[in-house]
């Protein structure tokens, strides 16, 4: 069964400028959700979706972050304009809310974001 | 608020220790309680996932425990070995599946 997908693994970018993530979870996983992790922190939750609906985005930076979920398949987190403080690995995980493994976390291997 | 910490923040240790990973949240009402490992560099690799209801999770030389009434999980690494070197992570989830996150334990294990 293949895992959580994540690209682009490494971004570099000047501050102001946009940048894009994608995340394609498990097949079958109706939730959805990006983290922010950064350096020698646990993950923050920025957004959780169920299906294509918005269930939590209340520590998401609304006035420069945006995620979407067309389909309530695959998901894309955009920032923009991007701060310096916005250096971090970006988390997409998924999970399942039926059978064995409910409620069980499956991680990608995550975007690093550096801003310069 | 869901408040989750663990204790030691960073811990080394030599190989073949038995090692013990705390892990602490604030609310008792929770769905499920999860371990992972994060390699330098790396996404999370699920470990152990304590449903509510139960008490112990085991895999190889893992187990974790967990008492809602006291907010405590613990992780037990039997035999340590410098392949279990990462950093360990606790989640703790109420209903509608939303994890909080501790900040980890950096675990290292020289030969």
């Known amino acids: 069964e293949a895992g959580v997908a994540q690209s682009p693994r490494y971004k570099i970018i000047e501050k102001r400028q946009s940048v894009a993530f994608w995340c394609n979870p498990i097949s079958g996983h109706a939730t959805l959700y990006w983290y922010q992790q950064i350096l020698g922190q646990g993950p923050k939750l920025l957004i959780q979706?169920?299906?294509?609906?918005?269930?939590?985005d209340s520590q998401l930076p609304k006035d420069r972050f945006s995620a979407e979920r067309l389909k309530g398949v695959d998901s894309t987190l955009k920032i923009q304009p991007a701060k310096l403080e916005d250096s971090a690995v970006y988390l997409c995980?998924?999970?399942?809310?039926?059978?064995?493994?409910?409620?069980?976390?499956?991680f990608g291997e995550g975007s690093r974001l550096t801003v310069l | 608020k869901q408040e989750v910490t663990q204790i030691p923040a960073a811990l080394s240790v030599p190989e073949g220790e038995n090692l013990v990973l705390n892990c602490s949240f604030t609310d008792s009402a929770i769905y499920n309680l999860q371990w992972f490992r994060q390699d330098p560099g790396k996404g999370l690799t699920s470990l152990l996932l304590?449903?509510?209801?139960?008490r112990e999770q085991t895999s190889g030389r893992l187990n974790a425990s967990l008492d809602k009434s006291s907010g405590r999980s613990t992780l037990y690494i039997a035999a340590s070995q410098p392949g279990d070197s990462a950093t360990y992570l606790c989640?703790?989830?109420?209903?509608?599946?939303?994890?909080?996150f501790g900040r980890g334990t950096s675990l290292i294990v020289h030969p």
């Open positions: 989640a703790v989830s109420r209903g509608s599946y939303i994890p909080t």
């Open positions: 979706f169920q299906n294509n609906g918005v269930v939590d």
């Open positions: 995980a998924s999970t399942s809310s039926k059978g064995r493994e409910v409620g069980e976390l499956f």
């Open positions: 304590i449903q509510s209801s139960q």
